[in-house]
């Protein structure tokens, strides 16, 4: 168990539909990243945040938000789902701003599936 | 628009053998970072090593080092001594630009 945890497990949904992700980060971790994970393009880095502000942004599509509350949980809203968002959406942690030079903490993931 | 191969899915190796894992990459940047990141079954990501372009000096950490050749856009990493607890996936990751563009990975077996 890392100490990261992501609802929900598993979402079924349809196109043109929006869901929301909840990541809580581990206990004292100020840092959180999203990433999507698919067959076919791998492990792709989507954004961080630092202590409720942005701090990288990746391949992430417009359709796609996230923010990082007072306390520290963070939420990533995927709207106007395609066929194509369906991937493992996974949160890490980590406790400081040095962006990918320290070890990220993952959470179980969630599952999206688009249809 | 960068990009990284890593054309090993799968690797095994025997324990206490030398095992390395290669990645190309491609950027038209001259100044970046590259990584390897491990991904064990608890779902961290540990930085194992990291290179700074401009250094012609290869990094090394332990029994983790790289071959760093910037004009071939190729940066390998090599585990001697291979322990159990290396099996994991592993993930090479170009960092340019503030930007960080992951590999597909190798999965790495050790065999006892």
């Known amino acids: 168990d890392s100490g990261v945890t992501q609802t929900p497990k598993h979402l079924i949904t349809a196109t043109g539909q929006r869901v929301t992700l909840r990541c809580s980060p581990r206990?004292?971790?100020?840092?959180v990243y999203w990433y999507q994970q698919s067959l076919d393009q791998g492990l792709q880095f989507l954004i961080q945040?630092?202590?409720?502000?942005?701090?990288a942004k990746g391949n992430i599509l417009e359709r796609f938000s996230a923010q990082q509350f007072p306390d520290l949980h963070s939420e990533l809203n995927l709207s106007s789902l395609e066929l194509g968002d369906s991937a493992l959406y996974f949160c890490?942690?980590?406790?400081?701003?040095?962006?990918?030079?320290?070890?990220?903490?993952f959470g179980p993931g969630t599952r999206l599936l688009v249809l | 628009a960068q990009t990284v191969t890593q054309s090993q899915p799968e690797m095994s190796v025997q324990e206490a053998e030398t095992v390395t894992l290669s990645c190309t990459y491609d950027?038209?940047?001259?100044?970046?970072?590259l990584f390897w990141y491990k991904q064990p079954p608890s779902r961290q990501m540990i930085l194992v090593i990291r290179?700074?372009?401009?250094?012609?000096q290869n990094a090394t950490e332990n029994r983790f080092s790289v071959n760093f050749q910037k004009a071939a856009k190729s940066f390998s990493l090599k585990i001697s001594d291979s322990q159990l607890g290396d099996a994991a996936m592993y993930f090479c990751?170009?960092?340019?630009?503030?930007?960080?563009?992951f590999g597909k990975g190798t999965r790495l077996h050790i065999l006892p």
């Open positions: 890490a942690s980590s406790p400081g701003t040095s962006a990918f030079q320290e070890t990220q903490y």
């Open positions: 206990s004292g971790d100020l840092s």
């Open positions: 945040y630092y202590n409720g502000e942005e701090r």
């Open positions: 950027t038209s940047e001259s100044d970046y970072y």
């Open positions: 290179q700074e372009a401009y250094k012609q």
């Open positions: 990751a170009p960092f340019v630009n503030d930007k960080i563009i």
